[in-house]
């Protein structure tokens, strides 16, 4: 820690706490701080969507974090509705965590060989999700997505994919095509550096569209090793699934012998403790996890039925590894976080929490004369400035985002953090209290009587 405050001393922080002052945010050590790492690291951050890109202005240099709050290094203060893009369900800076991780660091921070504590949270994860009768772990959403995708192929040998237009299941090239999160943020139209060669294999439909995809196997006979998804989208704003949508790919994916992926890096412990397969009744074949059984630190996990992950090398001939894949913090921190979730009335609270947010920015909306659209399932919500309904990326993409980044400068000007792009969705904790939400939507009604 002390590391920490020396480093953050260098440029001088405001000791004192400021309350957010509503008129302009007091932003001078961000500015001097932001300024500096846009020097240091590509667009000063290390990971596209935190700079702000999309709703424009000052993008601000976080101090710490601890429960719902947020604290930035000039001492405002700020609800935050990110949560880490996720893995803070419990709250920030648990102290169960936090304790579990002091215990277990005296031990080391990495074998690189097998330990016990991989065993426990490879078991709760099996135990959790219907679909995962064996699982890998790996540091990162995007690898568990890659893995997943070579783990399709090498079991049906069949080269092709069908992904979905604003889904996003981490930056490997053969997933960015028409990909959501920050590649729609910074509207992207594709990145350079994927071969075109890379991509040939990756066919895309809109989401909630099933007549489009029995067109991709009818146009792909035989080519199509699976189809990835989002069950509920997080990465094109809030988009759940329609009616059927999962059931329909359930039934495609089994008429044309293909594999069903749920990509459940957002949703996993978060929808119900056995994710959104758990609340739609819909089991894939393969699931991607990630961001909350890692309680904040790097993890990503895929698995699946057991004759398919048993081709995973050394059990089967498809290769894939990781240094610090399955390390004792990350293990430890995801143990202790699904244990917190297992406690009852985990997601009673929230989906209360959430849904009352929901519902008070749409009627914050309404009474401001604005048209908006959104809702939430359980810990995840959104909302777009626009009649709706939102089915698709299409849609998304016609929605105010001008109206969205007004929006987001004037929430963060009151002392709420929401994710800094229309193409993300809103995440809440166990921490959120009744408070925050009435702050947050007192917040709203303010900054869109003024849009
Ligand atoms: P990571 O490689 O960022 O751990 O996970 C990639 C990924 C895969 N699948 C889904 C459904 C995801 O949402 C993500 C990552 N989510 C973004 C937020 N939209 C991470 C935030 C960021 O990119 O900075």
Known sequence: ?????????????????????????????????????????????????????????????????????????????????????????????HPEVTQALHDVLEKGTSFGAPCYLENVLAEMVIDAVPSIEMVRFVNSGTEACMAVLRLMRAFTGRDKLIKFEGCYHGHADMFLVKAGSGVATLGLPDSPGVPKSTTANTLTAPYNDLQAVRSLFEENPDQVSGVILEPIVGNAGFIPPDAGFLEGLRELTREYGALLVFDEVMTGFRIAYGGAQQKFGVTPDLTTLGKIIGGGLPVGAYGGRRDIMAMVAPAGPMYQAGTLSGNPLAMTAGIKTLELLQRSNTYEQLERITKKLSDGL??????????????????????????????????????????????????????????????????????????????????????????
Request: charged share 20%.
């Open 362 to 451: 749409l009627q914050a909306a309404k009474e401001t004369g604005h048209a908006a659209c959104g809702g939430n399932i359980s810990g995840m919500f959104g909302f777009f400035f626009t009649e709706g309904p939102v089915h698709s990326y299409e849609d998304a993409k016609h929605s105010d985002l001008n109206k969205f980044g007004r929006f987001h400068r004037g929430m963060l000007e009151r002392g709420v953090y929401l994710a800094p792009s229309q193409f993300e969705a809103g995440f809440t904790s166990l921490a959120h209290t009744d408070e925050d939400i009435d702050r947050t939507i007192a917040a709203a009604r303010e900054v869109m009587s003024g849009l």
């Open 1 to 93: 820690m002390q590391l920490w405050r020396d480093a953050l001393r260098r440029h001088n922080p405001t000791e004192e706490r400021v309350l957010v002052n509503t008129a302009t945010l007091k932003t001078t050590r961000s500015e001097e701080i932001f300024a500096a790492a846009q020097k240091l690291m590509p667009g000063g951050v290390n990971s596209p969507v935190r700079a702000f890109k999309s709703v424009g202005g000052q993008p601000i240099v976080f101090d710490r974090v601890k429960g719902s709050h947020i604290w930035d290094v000039d001492g405002n203060e700020y609800i935050d509705y990110i949560g880490s893009w996720g893995p803070a369900i419990c709250g920030h800076a």
